[in-house]
């Protein structure tokens, strides 16, 4: 049994920075890709970035690349996304993930534990 506890949502002006913590507990995810997804209201929930399970892998959605970044610790059995240069588009809840398929999985079927979701609002 794996848990996922996001943290670090909030409120930024467009332009500005946050950076989200996804923390895993009830097993070690050291050999676990992870991923971040977001969903705003009446959309289905779409892929942000993913991870490999060391660290050397990421992928990005086009909408992000550039602009946000996702890294891990594995001694801290944490999982980052530095989300840069804001737009209100970004505004969602935004989930982490862990993948089954111990590879980066870009949909949602490859993922089978989820956090509870942090909001991020993006203000213009």
Not at 55 to 62: E, F, I, M, R
Not at 74 to 92: F, G, I, R
């Amino acid at each position: 049994q794996v848990q996922l506890v996001e943290s670090g949502g909030g409120l930024v002006q467009a332009g500005g920075s946050l950076r989200l913590f996804c923390a895993a507990s009830g097993r070690t995810f050291s050999s676990d890709a992870m991923g971040w997804f977001r969903q705003t209201p009446g959309k289905e929930r779409e892929f942000v970035a993913g991870i490999s399970w060391s660290g050397d892998n990421t992928y990005y959605a086009d909408s992000v690349k550039g602009r946000f970044t996702i890294s891990r610790d594995n001694a801290k059995n944490t999982v980052y996304l530095q989300m840069n240069s804001l737009k209100p588009e970004d505004t969602a809840v935004y989930y982490c993930a862990r993948s089954y398929l111990r590879a980066i999985a870009t949909m949602t079927p490859g993922y089978d534990y989820w956090g509870q979701g942090t909001q991020v609002t993006v203000s213009s």
